[in-house]
């Protein structure tokens, strides 16, 4: 067809406005498509066409250009490995087929009809009330972007990224494509039917995964960009899906121990009696973190040393004790920072397109660091060198990550990368690469950031995220489950949740306390197992005069496990006892993420996906692959249901009861016990299926 041409190993359709591209990467096809007459020269999310096929053939997939063949009818690329193939009609709609011919999905069109004689001419038949790819110009080179696919019955989405709510099984749901305090969009999902689709676009937007269409938006973008692959098994998506946009580090050891921080620690000396405390209570302690407003202003990002005076003893006298320090940064820039003058002058913050040049108000007036811009960051990481780094601390809490807007208008921010709506998707992921090309210039191996959000290829920049300032109660707990687990099936291995939730804990309450047992133990078998909060009733500030800096800021109620009463105390440190017994265990979990890109906590059906009631449970999941995990995610509840995958056989961790899978059972679970089930026994526990007998 006049339509179609190949061209630089991919095929290319050209009609009336539309510039179409269709090219094999990695174990995939990568789909542009453009009114504009060229591509936006960028990969995004994915690693380069060269990079792609390293990891590909590194992961086991053939490499070779794929197939493209153009006939009378149309044209077909098929993917490297032959496990997918999309057709393209003499109109250039799309339907993509697995190896066996299946249809895996297909382009959504919906036209004018005209009676029983069928369609119209070629003219009418591009006249569609509803077209699958529809561009609405917003000025210049952008449009309102719109792409749409036909929906199959009993079809199950998972992955995305971190959106609050309890479903694990996303069919039905409405996503924001926008980055916000507790919400990260990692548009990548795995569908039941045996594909994955990445919507490789940073642009602020919309993902509909409704009843009756399947629908990615963008509020202003320059194309439509997706990456899309078939496999067997969720795992093989995953994995091919991890070979494109990159895989973690592999995690250090002492990040997978036990890891304490509370708002805020004020100053040195409490930092150090919280660490020697527990120390001499012999309580394994990893991470200790100190939180914000340890610096004089907003974007100083160095320690106020009226009240950290000798940051470099602090970190020695640490790690003497076998304990790491972690700081918190923010990107904001306070106007009375001693960088903003100079960030201001060369251009490296968020401008606003209208009102005030200001992006944040926080106890004072703060634009944001750019982070897509290299400049930008290469200042906060040479700033963090000299006033961290080079005075012991080794790890970065990598706060305020969205960025959190005072005003969310992303229409009203401009990034060196584009327009706010264009690119504001993409600031948590440079901002991750700031660390970690910092770190790993300085010669470390293995970077490790703890960050509030994140996009889609986050995890290659060593991207640690939690779920963000997320309420003390029953229901985000439950909703910490799906966010956790979806979280991995879009590609992100290393997840954490505060341990109690952050907002409204008063560690007086009875009520209280029990949420925290259950989320101690469930945080106990998450990938970082953390434990933070801004905990009831407060401190009073150090100062609270102040109209800068730490001094004027409050602190929350002490959060240690010594702060609570002794049966819960006692507990917590059953829990970190159980977590040490399992770091071997641990870290073959994370040693796979590393190598190829597998959850450490992941849905039923990744392990059992021929087992239906699998892909039904959305209660428990595994951890590793042989620990399944129950947790309680309501109060007064003291016994509950389990089901037990079909095939293996599974032991009780606590009693040794041994059962067959493929059955649901009722097992007791008392406020002190989390219910674990071990898989044919294996030795998760140390060199046993069963927890050690000083524990819960």
Known sequence: MEFFQEKDGALLFCRRREMLEIRPWGSGLRVRATENKYFWPRDWALLSPEESMAQTRKGGWPTDRGTITITADGASVTSADGKLRVSVTPYGKLTFYNAHGDILLKEYYRSWEYGTEGWADLDQITMCRMPARQYRSTGGDAYELYLRFEVSDGERFYGMGQYQQPNLNLKGCSLELAPKNTQASVPFLVSSKGYGLLWNNPAVGQAVLGMNITEFSAR?????????????????????????????????????????????YQTQEEVLQIAREYFRRRIPLSVIVIDFFHWPNQGDWTFDERFFPDPEAMAQELRSMGI????????????????????????????????????????GMESYLDTTNPEG?????????????????????????????????????????????ECANIYPLDYARAFYEGMRAEGIENPIHLIRCAWAGAQRY????????????????????AVGLNMGMAGIPWWTADIGGFHGGNIHDPAFH????????????????RLHGDRDPHKAPLEPDAVCCGGMMASGADNEVWSYPPHLENMMIDYIQIRESMKDYIRQAMKEAHEKGTPVMKPLFYDFPKDPQAWETEDAYLFG??????????????KREVYLPAGPLWTDARTGEVYSGGQTIVTEAPLEQIPLFVKNDAPVFGNSSRLPKTSA
């Open 324 to 363: 790491q320090l972690m700081v918190s940064i923010w990107p904001t820039v306070d106007r009375h920072s001693v960088h903003y003058s100079e960030l201001k002058e060369r251009d490296l913050l968020i401008r606003t397109n209208r009102g005030l040049d200001v992006t944040m108000e926080f106890n």
């Open 514 to 529: 029990e949420l925290l047992a259950r989320w101690f133990q469930f945080g106990t078998f998450c990938p970082v197992m």
């Open 377 to 421: 960051r290469a200042f906060i990481w040479n700033a963090a060198k000299k006033n961290y780094l080079d005075r012991g601390v080794s790890l970065f809490w990598l706060d305020e990550a969205e960025p959190e807007y005072t005003v969310p208008d992303f229409d009203n921010y401009r990034y060196y990368e584009g327009q706010g709506l």
């Open 220 to 264: 202003s973008s320059r194309q439509i960009d997706y990456w899309i692959t078939a496999g067997d098994t969720p795992a093989e998506i995953v994995e091919k899906y991890s070979c494109v946009t990159g895989k973690a580090p592999m995690m250090p050891d002492f990040a997978m121990g036990f890891w304490q921080c509370r708002l805020r």
């Open 462 to 481: 060593g991207a640690l995220v939690w779920s963000g300032d997320i309420p003390s109660s029953f229901t985000y707990l439950r909703y910490q489950l």
């Open 625 to 638: 692959h042989d620990l399944l995990v129950a947790p309680v995610t309501a109060a007064g509840v003291r």
